[in-house]
Nanobody, 126 residues
Framework: QVQLVEAGGGLVQAGGSLRLSCAAS????????MGWFRHAPGKEREIVAA????????YYADSVKGRFTISRDNAKNTVYLQMNSLKPEDTAGYYC???????????????????WGQGTQVTVSS
């Protein structure tokens, strides 16, 4: 069983930056794709970004392209989400999860991931 713990959330002004981290414990996750998701009140959980096991392939939701960067350090069993130019609409709980395969899944969404973390709250004020 893989356990994922997110950290780095907080309150930030619009235009500011945060870096989220997702640390794995229990079992290593270096051979699997990883994703970041967010869940805002009244909305469905949605994928924000994903990264293949090697880091060679990434995916970003249109809403965060050019602002967010996903990366991973397999030696540290950690995935990061650098969030720049934050907007109030980025406010949500952010979660990381492990994919079922090394490469990015063909279908993009929450169903392609498991071993969800507990989340970290990001609040962006205007």
């Amino acid at each position: 069983q893989v356990q994922l713990v997110e950290a780095g959330g907080g309150l930030v002004q619009a235009g500011g930056s945060l870096r989220l981290s997702c640390a794995a414990s229990g079992r290593t996750f270096s051979n699997y794709a990883m994703g970041w998701f967010r869940h805002a009140p009244g909305k469905e959980r949605e994928i924000v970004a994903a990264i293949s096991w090697s880091g060679g392939s990434t995916y970003y939701a249109d809403s965060v392209k050019g602002r967010f960067t996903i990366s991973r350090d397999n030696a540290k069993n950690t995935v990061y989400l650098q969030m720049n130019s934050l907007k109030p609409e980025d406010t949500a709980g952010y979660y990381c999860a492990q994919g079922y395969t090394r490469e990015l899944p063909l279908r993009v969404g929450v169903m392609q991931y498991h071993y969800w973390g507990q989340g970290t709250q990001v609040t962006v004020s205007s």
